[in-house]
């Protein structure tokens, strides 16, 4: 459990962040969105003391992150940040194993903890291990970069606009593969972005930071359905409301026994893909099936009532 | 590149024959030479004069890039920053004062010999190195350096295992045009009874045999040539490794 003790970091006469306090429980995700300038990259930078905060605490499983120096409590907190930041002149094997290294495991545990890593980003050790970063595509290195910061099995990963650099399509895939290594893992993780989009998508916990300040802490349904200020309601985007909402529910909530004609989808498809699929394809219901077996349908009507619902 | 291929080992061969076989050129340099005189500089083998001269270019070359790279590592500091301007002024005024000029105020204190020569091959080459050490150092990419703190290297641990590699392509050129500065100018130090190939090419002058001035320019110019290319072999093959 990560807790965060009204911490504060002033600028001369400016206030970064502003007296913030959160608890983040232990496997989870939380993301903190905000615009720039908002202080949500100073919070994070708080948390492994890039930046010591002015006043304040963050306790680690109850340990003060003040109680050890600097570098030595980074060790045990992982970092991933925006454009990788992997060493150019070292291979994939040593960026991997820079921690484990500097935490001095014997060789042979830190080579399988690479190898280990690379199956888990679907790289093929034998392939990837001996290269420079430069000989990787951008969505590799990303990879390599997350990979790094787990490597060592840290409390926590601390992630900075991870996927920032990286265009649409491979960003959908980094953050897909991103929720399933954390679920197989069950890691911590801290994530900041400044996309809506990907924190609704991400986060067990949504925290939304405004000025300095800790405007809504909560689930991502909360933060659509009750924004809690005029800010929070703009980043989710007045007209995306219903759609968000929809993107957070699985098909699995409001299958139905009856026919549907045309293509199926997953049961663990959103309802906004379903509803996308009706409005597509002209249908008023789409046939729903798990792993190849039919489980039913989701009718038009259905995902309205449920919008409505949720209003 | 085919014609450094093609070009390279014919340099190299023609260097070592300059050197180790003299006597090959004669009939070459004959005509240059002034009637009766000799046409083969044979005071002095040419091979001992070479290593002397890259001796004395390489222990001035090394003194030099520790010197500057250390300085260049200490102003990068957040602590030596303030003296940032004061060591490019003392760099600066090695590489304005004539090597000619530190050579006759050295040789009061030092007597005549090498000891001149290093002198003033060292201060000639410190700025070089130093400019291009203190710009590897402070163009790193950001990210990575972010990164090193991010993940727990002390700062050691940074300086040691990610900036100096990553300065290590620029600051190479910084030593090979010191380097091969120093070639060249170590030949007047042995207007101070420096043993270099520069006696030779001192004795064709006085003498006023061009066959001499040749033989010693020569093999200096091949030297400077040779090692020029072989450092930049390196670097590119550095360069190309971090990423280019």
């Known amino acids: 459990m990560i807790e965060i003790d009204s911490i504060t ?4 006469p400016t206030k970064a962040v ?61 970092y991933a940040i925006q454009g990788h930041g992997l060493f150019p002149h070292h291979t994939v094997a040593r960026n991997i194993g820079a921690v484990p290294q500097l935490l001095n495991w014997p060789k042979d545990k830190i080579s399988a903890r690479v190898d280990q890593l690379l199956e888990l980003f679907s790289m093929d050790p034998a392939e990837f291990r001996d290269r420079y970063p430069a000989e990787l595509s951008g969505g590799q290195q990303q990879r ?33 593969d991103l929720r399933h290594i954390q679920q197989r893992l069950g890691s911590t993780i801290m994530l900041v972005t400044h996309d809506m989009e990907e924190a609704i998508r991400l986060g067990d916990r949504v925290a939304v930071m405004d000025g300095g300040k800790l405007v809504q802490y909560a689930s991502p349904a909360e933060i659509i359905a009750r924004p809690a200020t005029d800010f929070v309601a703009d980043m989710v985007g007045d007209v995306e409301r219903p759609l968000r909402l929809l993107s957070l529910i699985p098909l699995s909530d409001i299958v ?14 959103s309802l906004r893909e379903a509803l996308s699929a009706c409005l597509w394809s002209g249908r008023s219901a789409v046939p729903i099936e798990r792993d190849g077996t039919p489980l039913g349908r989701v009718t038009f009507e259905a995902i309205r009532a449920r919008a409505e619902m949720q209003a | 590149m085919k014609i450094g291929t093609v070009l390279r080992p014919v340099l190299v061969l023609l260097l070592l024959a300059l050197v180790l076989r003299p006597q090959w050129f004669a009939p070459l340099f004959a005509p240059l030479a002034p009637s009766g005189g000799p046409v083969i500089y044979e005071r002095a083998s040419l091979l001992s004069l070479s290593l002397s001269h890259l001796a004395l270019v390489a222990a001035a070359s090394a003194a030099a890039t520790v010197v500057a790279v250390t300085l260049a590592i200490l102003v990068t500091r957040p602590a030596g920053a ?21 050579l006759a105020l050295a040789v ?90 520069g006696e030779v090419i001192i004795a064709g002058l006085l003498t006023n045999n061009t066959a001499f001035v040749l033989q010693g320019g020569l093999a200096v110019g091949l030297f400077a040539v040779l090692i020029y290319d072989a450092m930049v072999q390196i670097e590119r093959r550095l360069a190309k490794r971090m990423g280019g």
């Open chain 2, 108 to 197: 009061p204190a030092l007597g005549f010999g090498a000891g001149p020569t290093l002198v003033a091959l060292f201060l000639y080459g410190l700025l070089p190195i130093f400019e291009n050490a203190v710009t590897g150092l402070t163009t790193l990419p950001p990210a990575t350096m972010e990164a090193a703190r991010g993940i727990g290297l002390n700062r050691w641990q940074r300086l040691w295992r990610v900036e100096l590699p990553l300065a290590l392509p620029v600051t190479l050129t910084g030593i090979r045009l010191s380097v091969v500065i120093a070639l060249g100018t170590a030949t007047i130090g042995s207007t101070v009874a420096a043993r270099t190939l």
């Open chain 1, 144 to 176: 390599v970069g997350v990979a790094r910061a787990l490597a060592s099995r840290p409390d926590l990963l601390l992630m900075d606009e991870p996927f920032g650099a990286l265009d649409p399509i491979i960003r959908t895939r980094a953050q897909e």
């Open chain 1, 18 to 78: 502003d007296a913030v306090s959160m608890t983040v429980e232990t496997g989870t995700i939380t993301v903190i969105v905000g615009t720039s300038g908002s202080g949500k990259t100073t919070l994070l930078r708080m948390i492994n003391r890039l930046e010591e905060p002015t006043s304040g605490e963050v306790r680690i499983n109850g340990e003060s992150t003040l109680s050890v120096k600097p570098h030595i409590l980074r060790r045990r907190i992982g």
């Open chain 1, 256 to 269: 139905e026994e009856g026919p549907a004609e045309g293509a199926p989808l997953s049961a663990d498809a």
């Open chain 2, 82 to 102: 303030a003296f940032r301007p004061l060591s490019r002024t003392i760099t600066n005024m090695g590489q304005t004062f004539p090597p000619v000029a530190v």
């Open chain 1, 9 to 12: 970091k002033t600028y001369g």
